[in-house]
């Protein structure tokens, strides 16, 4: 992540909107204050996390910039293309959200975004630290020491609003903000797809033998409950139909994504072997590829099916990561949605 200029003071911008950064940050610290205990614990976990993924980043740049010679674009389109064919199905919330965000074009706007959120972030947490050793009293004991929380946190959120550049973190939080939605509107329209084929099939199946199942319930149950035969009938096939239809729905989706990464890794592939001069225009991988990136796609897709959407221990262990991330995803998607 590269670290662009100081971002602007932007104290003078907002007085000159009129704003009372006073009443601002004390009703944002009313606020917080009862929020402390949980925010000091987020807080702690990003000031202990950060400086790990910054050093992780710098490491991933040197380690990229060695692999120049062996062309890591295409080595990493290739391992990419490998994990859809054999995987993409294990993951389709966080694939449909990398899909929603290559399709809406949002990602160089996220990119800019995170890095603008974090240089404001630094500049911050500098402007903090500063004001720790603060003693406007000359008593020896930093002002910090002497305020209760109240007192504290209005004093942090007014340094960490003139630290900041308010403008950089709206257009950052507006794009984030954009590309959520699109993946938001890319898994309602999946979900609304699934409800409309398991209702369709619900009632298709209704017209089939409804009126014999409605009949069999009806008997079944006490007379005083037998109202409430048809009803029970329609709301099990309705469930079952929605439910057959996401089951089918994974599988349509598996199948799209192993063939995209069919595609993607023969193609990656070919271009590997063209830069290292090891194929021309006339081997065979070029005149099939086509073929080829199919073949690759339909046998990741049958192993994906065979494995019942599951992988090996051993592989599910050194992927916890990719686990975890699926699952904060599609919990944080189905509460927003």
Known sequence: MKEGKEPEKSFTSVKKSGVDISQVSKQISDALVKLKPVLSKISDGISFTIPYIYKSQKLAKKGWKALQPYQPEELMKILLGAALVLAGGIFPTMVSTFEAIRASGTWPGIKSSFNALYNNYLVAQAEMAKDDLLDADNNGIPDVLEM?????????????????????????????????????????????????????????????????????????????????????????????GVLVAWIFTRYIFAFYIAMSGGKLLVEALVALLKGQNKINENHILIQKGDELSKVVGAAGFAFQCYMGFELFFVFKLILIPLFFAEWMLTCTFAILA
């Open 148 to 240: 209760d929380s109240k007192a504290l946190i209005h004093r942090k959120s007014l340094v960490i609003i003139k630290s900041i550049n308010t403008e950089q973190v709206s257009d950052a939080a507006q794009k984030i903000g954009t590309a959520l939605f699109a993946v938001l509107a890319t898994l309602r329209l999946r979900l609304a797809y699934v409800f409309t084929i398991g209702t369709g099939l619900a009632h298709m199946c209704h017209e089939w033998f409804g009126q014999t199942a409605t009949d069999a319930v009806i008997t079944a149950l006490p007379e005083e409950s037998q109202k409430l035969g048809p009803l029970l009938v329609l709301t099990t096939l309705k469930v079952g």
